[in-house]
T-cell receptor, first 114, second 113 residues
Framework: DSGVTQTPKHLITATGQRVTLRCSPRSGDLSVYWYQQSLDQGLQFLIQYYNGEERAKGNILERFSAQQFPDLHSELNLSSLELGDSALYFC?????????????FGQGTRLTVV | GNSVTQMEGPVTLSEEAFLTINCTYTATGYPSLFWYVQYPGEGLQLLLKATKADDKGSNKGFEATYRKETTSFHLEKGSVQVSDSAVYFCALSRGNAGNMLTFGGGTRLMVKP
C-alpha cells in the first residue's frame, strides 16, 4: 500500500459528460501529480500541484482541469469527454520537488468513455 | 525536451535467467533516473533510482548504473523469478520547474517456471 488513495477505481461514462477523479496523497506529502496511461500514448504527465499551487503543466487538454485543496487532496476534472479520453489516470505524491524525490503512486482510476 | 527510450517487449525468460532491459535518455543537465515496476492491476512502485553519474541503484536483486557518457540506465538482474513478471518503466526527473517524471514506453517481462 503506497498510502495514496484514488477514487473511484472504475468509472464508465458517456461521451460529452464530465467526471471528477479524486486523490488523497500520503500523509505529509505536499506535491501531487496526475498522469494518464493509455495504450497509444503510454504514461504522460498531466499536471503537478505543490502545497495548493500549480507547479508544472504537461500535455493536459483544455477540457481537463485540476486543483489541490487546503487539506492537500486533489481533484482532476475531465469535461466534454471523448472516446479517446478512456485511460488509466494515476495520482502520485511526494514530499517535495527535488529531482531525486521518490513519487508514490495510487492504484489509478480506470475511465471508460462509451 | 526530455525523453526516455526503452526496449520494447514483451521479454520472455525462463526462471533463473539473466535479465537486461535497455534504457537510454535525452535530457539537459543532470537528471535523476528511476526504474518503476507495475504489477497487474496495481500502481507503479519505485524499484530503484540513481541521482548522479556512476551511481548504482539496487533493490531486490535488480541493479542499474547511471552512465552519463552513454546516457543509459540499463536494468539488470542475475536470476529472475516468476514473481518478477510485471511491466518495467524507466523514467527521469529534472527537478527544475517541477520534478515530474518522464517515462519510457514500458517493457513487459514474463518469466516462465
Amino acid at each position: 500500500d503506497s498510502g495514496v488513495t484514488q477514487t473511484p477505481k472504475h468509472l464508465i461514462t458517456a461521451t460529452g459528460q464530465r467526471v471528477t477523479l479524486r486523490c488523497s496523497p500520503r500523509s505529509g506529502d505536499l506535491s501531487v501529480y496526475w498522469y494518464q496511461q493509455s495504450l497509444d500514448q503510454g504514461l504522460q504527465f498531466l499536471i503537478q500541484y505543490y502545497n495548493g499551487e500549480e507547479r508544472a503543466k504537461g500535455n493536459i487538454l483544455e477540457r481537463f482541469s485540476a486543483q489541490q485543496f487546503p487539506d492537500l487532496h486533489s481533484e482532476l476534472n475531465l469535461s466534454s469527454l471523448e472516446l479517446g479520453d478512456s485511460a488509466l489516470y494515476f495520482c502520485a505524491s511526494s514530499v517535495g520537488t527535488a529531482s531525486n524525490t521518490e513519487a508514490f503512486f495510487g492504484q489509478g482510476t480506470r475511465l471508460t468513455v462509451v | 525536451g526530455n525523453s526516455v527510450t526503452q526496449m520494447e517487449g514483451p521479454v520472455t525468460l525462463s526462471e533463473e535467467a539473466f535479465l537486461t532491459i535497455n534504457c537510454t535518455y535525452t535530457a539537459t543537465g543532470y537528471p535523476s533516473l528511476f526504474w518503476y515496476v507495475q504489477y497487474p492491476g496495481e500502481g507503479l512502485q519505485l524499484l530503484l533510482k540513481a541521482t548522479k553519474a556512476d551511481d548504482k541503484g539496487s533493490n531486490k536483486g535488480f541493479e542499474a548504473t547511471y552512465r552519463k557518457e552513454t546516457t543509459s540506465f540499463h536494468l539488470e538482474k542475475g536470476s529472475v523469478q516468476v514473481s518478477d513478471s510485471a511491466v518495467y518503466f524507466c523514467a527521469l526527473s529534472r527537478g527544475n520547474a517541477g520534478n515530474m517524471l518522464t517515462f519510457g514506453g514500458g517493457t513487459r517481462l514474463m518469466v516462465k517456471p
